[in-house]
């Protein structure tokens, strides 16, 4: 049974930092370009990072980047985001995703793999 789970998410002091995780089973994450994605209450699911399958590039959304780093751990089948320097407006639930090949990797449609969300709340 293919399925990702995130974990990590949680209420931090802007400023501060939190790593997600998302572990995956019933597939490997190597031969897959994998994803994260968040959704903000009244807004459309956004790409934040990306590793291609391809090649392991990474791609970060302009508002995270320099803050996020997106990263794998074969031998744990799982992925990584590491959020420092978070803001107010980096609060959302955040997805894990997964596709073989998406046509881009800012398209939420084209992922066939999803977790389950995690929340992540910046407020003092």
């Known amino acids: 049974q293919v399925q990702l789970v995130e974990s990590g998410g949680g209420l931090v002091q802007p400023g501060g930092s939190l790593r997600l995780s998302c572990a995956a089973s019933g597939f490997t994450l190597d031969d897959y370009t994998i994803a994260w994605f968040r959704q903000a209450p009244g807004r459309e699911r956004e790409g934040v990072s990306c590793?291609?399958?391809?090649?392991?590039?990474?791609y970060y959304s302009d508002s995270v980047k320099g803050r996020f780093t997106i990263s794998r751990d074969n031998a744990k089948n799982t992925m990584y985001l590491q959020m420092n320097s978070l803001k107010p407006e980096d609060t959302a639930v955040y997805y894990c995703?997964?596709?073989?090949?998406?046509?881009?990797?800012?398209?939420?449609?084209?992922?066939?793999?999803w977790g389950q969300g995690t929340q992540v709340t910046v407020s003092s």
């Open positions: 995703a997964a596709d073989i090949f998406p046509f881009s990797w800012t398209l939420a449609d084209e992922y066939d793999y």
């Open positions: 590793i291609s399958s391809d090649d392991g590039s990474t």
